[in-house]
């Protein structure tokens, strides 16, 4: 990969946001590839699809990309709060891809990774407030998403601090969360609800330390009376799929 943008593709370009998007659009063209079978190169959307900026000719798989300058950082800005929860809980929506990038002399990518669909729920989508009567889009709601709510499996680094990471690692690391599209929303919730306290621990951690996030977990799910229950289940169900290794005696470990 090389990680410089080519800067002569933005020469006739003056608009700041246009320029990034003509520069990292055409930089993840030419040096990305799909997480899910490696495919390379992926292709785009000719007609400017509202949904999707990259797919992948071989297996489907459809990406949207949100580049910004400078540190990944726990927030990222998207567009219009109502249409993005509309596209999380959509059959069609796409993975994303985050790319962050440094400008000195040269625009340089430093972070480059995929968030599979499968980890998006309405809960990481946190609502802006609407805009001021002063400007022209008065009342439009923003969102930003909340990068700390996804577990780290979730988050698939094709380069990270500007080391690139190789595509077996890639690909092994998305398809291993593969499993949760088959699951229905709610137990898709619930796992990655219990998922994201277990990254919280230790590499070794007992069942004792995951019942002490029952009462968050309450919280997030007030329908369900056997919180308990759902843990010691999900547990399993993360054991089941290699996330963690059951040791005995209610302990855990994570697999990398």
């Not at 390379?40 to 007609?47: G, I, S, T």
């Not at 999707?52 to 489907?60: E, L, N, Q, V």
């Not at 698939?156 to 699951?183: C, D, G, P, W």
Request: proline fraction near 4%.
């Amino acid at each position: 990969m090389n990680l410089n943008f080519n800067q002569s593709l933005a020469k006739n370009y003056t608009s700041g946001p246009q320029i990034i998007r003509v520069l990292s659009e055409a930089w993840v063209k030419d040096n990305g590839y799909c997480p899910n079978c490696g495919t390379q190169p992926l292709a785009d959307f000719a007609n400017n699809k509202p949904v999707a900026d990259f797919y992948c000719a071989t297996c489907t798989e459809q990406y949207e990309l949100k580049s910004k300058k400078a540190k990944l950082g726990n927030l990222i800005n998207d567009g219009a709060h109502k249409t993005m929860i509309e596209r999380i809980n959509s059959d069609d929506n796409p993975n994303f891809f985050f790319l962050t990038y440094s400008k000195s002399q040269e625009f340089t990518v430093n972070n480059f990774l995929i968030i599979p669909k499968q980890f998006f729920k309405p809960d990481i989508i946190i609502k802006r407030k609407p805009l001021p009567k002063s400007n022209r889009r008065a009342g439009w709601v923003g969102c930003n998403i909340d990068l700390r709510k996804i577990p780290d499996s979730g988050k698939v680094f094709l380069i990270k601090n500007e080391k690139i990471i190789a595509r077996k690692s890639v690909t092994e690391q998305f398809q291993k969360t593969l499993f949760l599209r088959e699951q229905s929303i709610t137990s898709r919730g619930w796992t990655l609800d219990v998922w994201h306290c277990i990254d919280k621990l230790d590499d070794k951690f007992n069942l004792k330390q995951v019942y002490a996030f029952a009462d968050e977990l309450q919280r997030k799910h007030p329908d369900n009376n056997h919180v308990k229950d759902k843990i010691r289940q999900q547990l399993q169900v993360l054991r089941d799929k290699g996330i963690i290794e059951f040791l005995g005696r209610g302990c855990y470990q994570k697999l990398s």
